[in-house]
């Protein structure tokens, strides 16, 4: 079983900043995909960056690249998003996912929908203008 509690979320102005935490407990090591999605009201939840968490290669959507970066630190467990430069349209709530299968690779359908994903409770991010 995994457990994965995020933090950091909050209400900024447009153009700010927020650093995301999610730390991992339970079934998870290097092996697994971690990363964040969000859900804005009355959109569908939406991959935002993931990463395996013994590599350095990441994904991320469109409408957050050279904006947003996800990395993490071994040592604390910890997978971080950095999100920069946000926007309005980044305002919604923000879930940190592993993917529990273990695959030591990033599969499509855990980018896609969240599939056989471990979620956290989420956080929200609101961005004003």
């Known amino acids: 079983q995994v457990q994965l509690v995020e933090s950091g979320g909050g209400s900024v102005q447009a153009g700010g900043s927020l650093r995301l935490s999610c730390v991992a407990s339970g079934n998870i090591n290097g092996r697994n995909c971690v990363g964040w999605f969000r859900q804005a009201p009355e959109n569908e939840r939406e991959g935002v960056a993931i990463m395996l968490t013994a590599a350095d290669r990441a994904l991320y959507a469109d409408s957050v690249k050279d904006r947003f970066s996800i990395y993490r630190d071994i040592t604390k467990n910890t997978v971080y998003l950095q999100m920069n430069n946000l926007t309005p349209d980044d305002t919604a709530m923000y879930y940190c996912?592993?993917?529990?299968?273990?695959?030591?690779?990033?599969?499509?359908?855990?980018?896609?929908?969240?599939?056989?994903?471990?979620w956290g409770q989420g956080t929200q991010v609101t961005v004003s203008l």
């Open positions: 996912a592993a993917d529990t299968r273990a695959l030591a690779y990033c599969p499509t359908d855990f980018w896609r929908t969240g599939a056989s994903a471990a």
